[in-house]
T-cell receptor
Framework: GENVGLHLPTLSVQEGDNSIINCAYSNSASDYFIWYKQESGKGPQFIIDIRSNMDKRQGQRVTVLLNKTVKHLSLQIAATQPGDSAVYFC???????????FGTGTKLQVIP | DTAVSQTPKYLVTQMGNDKSIKCEQNLGHDTMYWYKQDSKKFLKIMFSYNNKELIINETVPNRFSPKSPDKAHLNLHINSLELGDSAVYFC????????????FGEGSRLTVL
């Protein structure tokens, strides 16, 4: 079936370095992609989104890149901080439909 | 004010019992969801309601019965609990009308013994 998957289940980075979390999706009909951050014991929180008519979107310290040719999504976090330690999920959605499908998650560990 | 609130936060029960988890959102959103997160952190959608009407039912066993008395509430009742039902259940809401950002509750951890 359709799914959204991540290449790396765990990523360890040094504080201050940049982090890149990758995601592969398989549903070519998806037109909206979202990154969520889930801290321990909490619900996922929206970080940044991107629509399929864009290939890059920037937020505060975060950038999402979308490559529709290879169905790849990435989240870049600049100057990673200890507070960035969490599980990160990519998610996809098809326009007009309520269902948001989540990928398997990547745990980001920031080493002080 | 908590935007999406779920109760209880923890629930420990025996196999075969029936239990409910309640969810309320004060964001004025039209759409609400239940997601199940397993021990490997995989988040899977279970149900979606839009303005009290069921929109999505992801082949969830009929032991699970959602109920939406109004668009601000979506409760989840589970009959005849099984060991495999142990998970964290997340309620979420979204504005709808083209805005698909999900706002999640803190989760309800269900442990079936």
């Amino acid at each position: 079936g359709e799914n959204v998957g991540l290449h790396l289940p765990t990523l360890s980075v040094q504080e201050g370095d940049n982090s890149i979390i990758n995601c592969a999706y398989s549903n070519s009909a998806s037109d909206y992609f979202i990154w969520y951050k889930q801290e321990s014991g909490k619900g996922p929180q929206f970080i940044i989104d991107i629509r399929s008519n864009m290939d890059k979107r920037q937020g505060q310290r975060v950038t999402v890149l979308l490559n529709k040719t290879v169905k790849h999504l990435s989240l870049q976090i600049a100057a990673t901080q200890p507070g960035d330690s969490a599980v990160y999920f990519c998610a996809e959605n098809i326009g007009g439909y309520q269902k948001v499908t989540f990928g398997t998650g990547t745990k980001l560990q920031v080493i002080p | 004010d908590t935007a999406v609130s779920q109760t209880p936060k923890y629930l420990v029960t025996q196999m075969g019992n029936d239990k409910s988890i309640k969810c309320e959102q004060n964001l004025g959103h039209d759409t609400m969801y239940w997601y199940k997160q397993d021990s490997k952190k995989f988040l899977k959608i279970m149900f979606s309601y839009n303005n009290k009407e069921l929109i999505i039912n992801e082949t969830v066993p009929n032991r699970f019965s959602p109920k939406s008395p109004d668009k601000a509430h979506l409760n989840l009742h589970i009959n005849s609990l099984e060991l495999g039902d142990s998970a964290v259940y997340f309620c979420a809401s979204s504005p709808g009308q083209g805005n698909r950002e999900l706002f999640f509750g803190e989760g309800s951890r269900l442990t079936v013994l």
